[in-house]
């Protein structure tokens, strides 16, 4: 294992790993890795790296990229990334898993290749997005204890997404994203609006979910299923839930145009 115990500031990539390194990184506690116009940590596709941050990373480009099928990187509880993006999936089987904070300028941590497996416990934010998928088949998992500030971004279908946690900002399925099989399970809340355009969606709600302009959850024109359990509550300025087509609501009294109530 190589463990980092020195500050880095790097005109360029601060760290770069590459096949023949050790598989193991692990960066200590208060220890800065800066890069200048470049990328705090990129873990390069030759093999696959466990890399786990104790401390600081911040990039003007991405702070943390992963390019093998099999990285993982673990941002500790004291550790922190921050970066134009802050970290960057780029192929499957990736698993990104945070107890820190990790921040962008525009996401918090973004994924281009889908099939992997981001896990939040901590704090992950972005003024354009918190998280901003871009292909399909992940599984996102944001905690009792995480926070995703400025929303969930979906392009590409098939995504499994779980919230006991606080989502601050709507999650958006948009071109792609409303293909395949989707499903969202909250049981936190949302302090924006659930949107979908078409494709087959699940939504359960046990939580709350506190809709943006006007509408808590918009369905699209697919066959999508609501489940609202108790306790549970939608909250918007002027409807809770809106229905495009044949949609179907269980366990909950709220009504609208193709949706049928079953309490």
């Known amino acids: 294992m190589t463990i980092q115990t020195t500050n880095i500031d790097a005109i360029g990539d601060a760290v770069d790993l590459t096949t023949g390194n050790e598989s193991f990184f692990t960066i200590a506690t208060n220890v800065f890795?800066?890069?200048?116009?470049?990328?705090g940590v990129v873990a390069e596709?030759?093999?696959?790296?466990?890399?786990?941050?104790n401390g600081g990373i911040v990039a003007n480009n991405l702070g943390v990229e992963l390019e093998n099928s099999n990285d993982h990187f673990y941002n500790e509880p004291s550790g922190t990334v921050f970066g134009f993006r802050g970290v960057k999936m780029t192929t499957t089987g990736e698993t990104f898993v945070n107890y820190g904070a990790?921040?962008?300028?525009?996401?918090g941590a973004e994924d281009t290749a889908g099939n992997n497996?981001?896990?939040?416990?901590?704090?992950?934010?972005?003024?354009?997005?918190?998280l901003n998928?871009?292909?399909?088949?992940?599984?996102?998992t944001n905690s009792t204890t995480g926070m995703i500030s400025g929303g969930i971004d979906i392009v590409s279908g098939g995504q499994t997404i779980i919230n006991t946690g606080a989502i601050d900002g709507g999650i958006t399925f948009a071109g792609t994203g409303n293909s395949n099989s989707n499903s969202v399970t909250n049981s936190g809340e949302i302090t924006g609006s659930?949107?979908?355009?078409?494709g087959t969606t699940t939504i359960i709600n046990d939580g709350t979910i506190n809709?943006?302009?006007g509408t808590a959850i918009s369905l699209g024109s697919g066959l999508?299923?609501?489940?609202?359990g108790r306790p549970r509550s939608l909250t918007a300025p002027s409807r809770a839930l809106r229905s495009a087509t044949s949609s179907t609501c269980r366990g909950s009294s709220s009504t609208g145009p193709n949706i049928r109530a079953a309490c």
Do not use: C, H, R, W
């Open 33 to 39: 890795l800066e890069a200048q116009d470049a990328n």
């Open 45 to 53: 596709s030759g093999q696959a790296f466990f890399i786990y941050n």
């Open 102 to 107: 990790v921040s962008g300028d525009v996401f």
């Open 117 to 130: 497996i981001i896990s939040n416990y901590g704090t992950i934010e972005g003024p354009t997005g918190g």
């Open 133 to 140: 998928i871009t292909a399909g088949g992940d599984t996102i």
């Open 194 to 198: 659930i949107k979908l355009t078409a």
């Open 211 to 213: 809709g943006a302009g």
């Open 224 to 228: 999508d299923t609501v489940v609202l």
